[in-house]
């Protein structure tokens, strides 16, 4: 007992090391919560506030690994008790957002999952074969381009075309004690990578029900160490499924990117894409228009090979920004193949510009706070 007592005030003066820079006081103080050691296993309650960077919980991680003794650290982020209340106090009120006919109960997603990221951003579309996949990385790489660190989640669970795009065949290390393990994410172009296809053969399906997509997609936002992020672009898979609804219910979305073409087919799934966001009541931070059109190389001429406009016309009379066309090339499809993203392999093509500048828009829309709803 004296050993133990011993690695407790080991345990609690190294916390006490740790001030949080937006209070100046030590997280022992008013942060940790409910201190246990047991066996060489550290286990506490973290309170983070709305203030605190999330590098303070892995600050905080590392102190107490580094003191003689401690074999595991075990650490549940929680809201604050002022927090705690007045969450509990909310949700006895109205909704502030004016919910839609027809909306499904408010998500509750769980407060500091993954406070290493500073923005969520999925990337989703109601339709298939529209080029969802191809945005979400260029965007991933743009951004990247623009000085920010990213990562990219494949959350399109029965076609995971992100380790393609990306030329990335490697499968992610696994790292911790057992039952505490954690998926190291792969990296390449300068994006860091999840996707169930680095865990399958390259011809194995994903052969699953709705509760196991939930489940995959629970995991790789849980038990992937992403680290200090400033962006998380989520590819979603086409529609508006389990892994739409688990993501919402998950985590909060700084909000969704639509994709689509400018055909009508397209364009009547994308429309439902967007309602059903808003009776999440989740944020829709703009539509982009993918193959645009095509002009020929040899004759110059532009082809409206998918109808025209289909993409500017949705933004306009669903209320929404407009964040720009991708033409249609297939210079990017070549790209895309060879794990090559046009942002990063021709930034200075029409396609390569395109996702520059949509990039710029979606980051100036997380970053600003710019957002249907808010």
């Known amino acids: 007992m004296a050993g133990n007592a011993e690695l407790v005030a080991r345990v609690r003066a190294a916390l006490d090391r740790v001030v949080s820079p937006a209070t100046g006081e030590s997280v022992l103080g008013g942060q940790v919560e409910d201190l246990a050691v047991e066996d060489g296993v550290v286990s506490f309650g973290f309170a983070l506030g709305p203030e605190d960077p999330g590098s303070l919980v892995r600050e905080t991680r590392a102190a107490v690994e580094s003191v003689d003794g401690v074999e595991r650290v075990k650490i549940d982020v929680r809201l604050p008790q002022s927090m705690q209340a007045q969450a509990r106090q909310q949700s006895h009120q109205p909704p502030q957002r004016q919910k839609a006919p027809g909306s ?211 933004a306009r009379d669903m209320g929404l920004p407009f964040l720009g066309e991708v033409p249609l090339d297939t210079a990017v499809r070549a790209a895309g193949d060879l794990g090559q993203p046009t942002a990063l392999s021709a930034p200075e093509s029409p396609a390569g510009k395109a996702f520059t500048e949509i990039a710029s828009r979606v980051l100036a829309a997380v970053e600003e706070g710019i957002g249907v709803g808010r």
């Not at 790292?175 to 399958?200: C, D, N, Y």
């Not at 038990?223 to 985590?251: C, F, H, M, N, R």
């Open 104 to 314: 499904v109960p408010a998500p509750t997603p769980q407060a500091g999952l993954l406070p290493g990221v500073d923005h969520f951003i999925a990337v989703s579309s109601g339709k298939g074969g529209v080029g969802k996949s191809t945005v979400a990385a260029n965007l991933a790489v743009a951004l990247t381009r623009q000085g920010r660190t990213v990562g990219l989640l494949d959350a399109d669970i029965y076609g995971p075309d992100i380790p393609k795009m990306f030329g990335e065949k490697r499968r992610p290390r696994v790292t911790g004690a057992r039952g505490q393990e954690r998926i190291v994410p792969l990296e390449a172009h300068g994006v860091k990578l999840m996707s169930l296809g680095f865990l399958l053969e390259e011809e194995q399906p994903a052969i699953m029900r709705g509760p196991l997509v939930t489940g995959v997609l629970k995991q790789f936002l849980e038990q992937v160490e992403w680290g200090d992020l400033d962006v998380l672009v989520i590819d979603l898979p086409p529609g508006t499924g389990d892994a739409q609804l688990s993501l919402v219910q998950t985590i909060d979305l700084d909000g969704a990117v639509m994709v689509t073409t400018p055909q009508d087919v397209s364009v009547g799934d994308v429309r439902r894409g967007v309602r059903m966001f808003e009776r999440v009541n989740t944020d829709v931070l703009g539509i982009i228009e993918n193959m645009s059109g095509f002009v020929c190389p040899g004759c110059g001429q532009r082809h409206e090979i998918f109808g025209a406009g289909g993409g500017r016309k949705l």
